[in-house]
């Protein structure tokens, strides 16, 4: 049986003040998911929101009142599941989360380019790291590229059928 997905989204800091609250350190798209008595998986057992203070990254978990025991928390890494995740997370759109595009083929007019085999936010932009397949591998082209997750290259997104249509990608493809 398939282990269920988790996705590491925050880590807690050190203690602030002195009644257990706790910096958070967010690695998400998604704050508003962080909720007064939300709960969530961490490396430290389910922990479950008492006090929260996005406007300055401040937590605090039910049971680690004080500074004492809320040290222990400090570098706690806090995860969501996956229905976790779409159950909070509101998207816009045309929007889609990262695990979404996870495996989605790559096509532009009809040839496959290749598979998303992960996501990489540099600067503001989101880019698709891209395996190129076999059959462009065996004509000399790179092993791997990166395209954009912007609508200049992006035509549409079918999540149920695992594919990402692309226009000018095999350009980028090219001068790899």
Excluded at 27 to 56: A, V, W, Y
Excluded at 58 to 68: K, L, Q
Excluded at 108 to 121: A, D, Y
Excluded at 123 to 131: C, G, R, T
């Amino acid at each position: 049986m398939k282990k269920p997905q988790k996705f590491f989204i925050a880590q807690v800091g050190k203690t602030y003040g002195l009644h257990g609250d706790l910096k958070l350190h967010l690695h998400t798209d998604f704050p508003e998911q962080f909720q007064i008595g939300e709960s969530f998986d961490s490396s430290s057992g389910r922990l479950e929101i008492s006090r929260i203070n996005l406007d300055r990254s401040i937590v605090a978990f039910r049971g680690y009142d004080g500074v004492d025991y809320a040290k222990k928390l400090t570098n706690t890494k806090i995860y969501a599941s996956l229905e976790e995740t779409k159950d909070r997370c509101q998207l816009n759109e045309g929007e889609h989360f990262w695990f979404e595009l996870d495996e989605c083929n790559i096509i532009e007019n009809g040839e496959l380019l290749g598979k998303v085999t992960e996501i990489q936010r540099l600067a503001d932009v989101d880019y698709l790291f891209i395996q190129t397949d076999k059959s462009l591998l065996d004509s000399g082209f790179a092993k791997s590229f990166l395209i954009p997750n912007i609508s200049r290259y992006i035509v549409s997104v079918n999540i149920d059928n695992k594919t990402i249509d692309v226009v000018d990608a095999k350009e980028i493809l090219e001068a790899s």
